[in-house]
């Protein structure tokens, strides 16, 4: 059993196009996160979400948007895409945020998106 | 915000040998540190972890140590096989920063039979 599935796993598409990448995680866990990471592996936090409500939202653009619609899933659409969107996302899962803070990070296995 | 520092970047090592990563954190509240290894085509995923109640963990060929006052942890991998060529980050969750876990910029290890 897969416990954070992220689908597609890869998507090409092109500048300007709009698209989503879906995640969900069988864990159980209430807080879920977007990574990015880019061509030197850097992952670099996006969102976090906590039962469904945004906690955290680094500097990105506000052409990316997470939508939580309960707290297993939490997918991500990005409009207007651009070259420097090109990356691998990967969506990830833990325990309740606060109060856990000692709680791992499980991640899916990644969308590596390319926009040409 | 959290400044995690991760060294060295890539670490190439014969087969039986051992390799250290350290990395070093800014955030003194920080309690908890793990290390993540990623495999190609992977995500991340959990290999060891230390609480700041603990100075030395070990799992096997993996260990872990922790220097509070220094602010600083590392990764310890004996007997290194050439399955252990990969990825490794570390990480913590800084109080400061709602817990968010912040990642060091990985080491690439690789393992020559």
């Known amino acids: 059993d897969t416990a954070v599935s992220q689908t597609p796993k890869y998507l090409v598409t092109q500048m300007g196009n709009d698209k989503s990448i879906k995640c969900e995680q069988n864990?159980?866990?209430?807080?879920m996160y977007w990574y990015k990471q880019d061509s030197k592996k850097f992952l670099k936090i996006m969102f976090s979400?906590?039962?469904?409500?945004?906690?955290i939202n680094e500097t990105v653009p506000n052409r990316f948007s997470p939508k939580s619609p309960d707290k297993a899933h939490l997918n991500l659409h990005i409009n207007s895409l651009e070259l420097g969107d090109s990356a691998v996302y990967f969506c990830?899962?833990?325990?309740?945020?606060?109060?856990?803070?000692?709680?791992?990070?499980?991640f899916g296995n990644g969308t590596r998106l390319t926009v040409t | 915000g959290e400044n995690v520092e991760q060294h060295p970047s890539t670490l190439s090592v014969q087969e039986g040998d051992s390799a250290v990563i350290k990395c070093t954190y800014s955030?003194?509240?920080?309690?908890?540190f793990p290390w993540y290894k990623q495999e190609l085509g992977k995500g991340p995923q959990l290999i060891i972890d230390?609480?700041?109640?603990?100075g030395e963990k070990k799992d096997q060929r993996i260990a872990v140590t922790l220097n509070k006052t220094a602010k600083h942890f590392s990764l310890h991998i004996t007997e290194t096989q050439p399955e252990d060529s990969a990825v490794y980050f570390c990480?913590?969750?800084?109080?400061?920063?709602?817990?968010?876990?912040?990642f060091g910029r990985g080491t690439s290890l690789i393992v020559h039979p």
């Open positions: 990830a899962s833990s325990q309740a945020q606060q109060g856990a803070d000692r709680s791992p990070l499980h």
């Open positions: 864990l159980g866990h209430d807080t």
């Open positions: 979400y906590n039962n469904k409500e945004l906690i």
């Open positions: 955030d003194s509240a920080s309690n908890y």
């Open positions: 230390i609480r700041s109640n603990v």
């Open positions: 990480a913590v969750r800084p109080p400061r920063r709602s817990y968010i876990p912040t």
